[in-house]
């Protein structure tokens, strides 16, 4: 396990966008492969995006490829997710998780360490 804090979650209006941010400190946070999730009330958590170590492999769940962007600064041990075009069903807790393989992972249990959440609210 290692710590992350998100940031950047909120309540917008439909259409609008959000940039949510996952702070990394006091491991080498240039080794692990990142990932946001979302959960909402009563569903399972699913994958958003996720990007490799050296940031050279991205990945999107299709419901978001168009609208989010994922990208890190491993210089400042973050990893963001610009959300653009918000929609009512984007509506959830938003994760972000790290994985010691590096890559690009998709699936929860690729996943060894996971922040608390920042809730994202979007109406209509």
């Known amino acids: 396990q290692v710590p992350l804090v998100e940031s950047g979650g909120g309540l917008v209006q439909a259409g609008e966008s959000l940039r949510l941010a996952c702070a990394a400190s006091?491991?080498?946070?240039?080794?692990?492969?990142m990932g946001w999730f979302r959960q909402a009330p009563g569903k399972e958590r699913q994958f958003v995006a996720s990007?490799?170590?050296?940031?050279?492999?991205?990945a999107y769940a299709e419901l978001v490829k168009d609208r989010f962007t994922i990208s890190r600064d491993n210089a400042q041990n973050t990893v963001y997710l610009q959300m653009n075009s918000l929609k009512p069903e984007d509506t959830a807790a938003y994760y972000c998780a790290a994985a010691t393989t590096g890559g690009a992972r998709t699936r929860v249990s690729d996943y060894d360490s996971w922040g608390q959440g920042t809730q994202v609210t979007v109406f209509s």
């Open positions: 006091g491991w080498r946070f240039d080794l692990f492969g």
């Open positions: 990007i490799s170590r050296r940031s050279s492999n991205k």
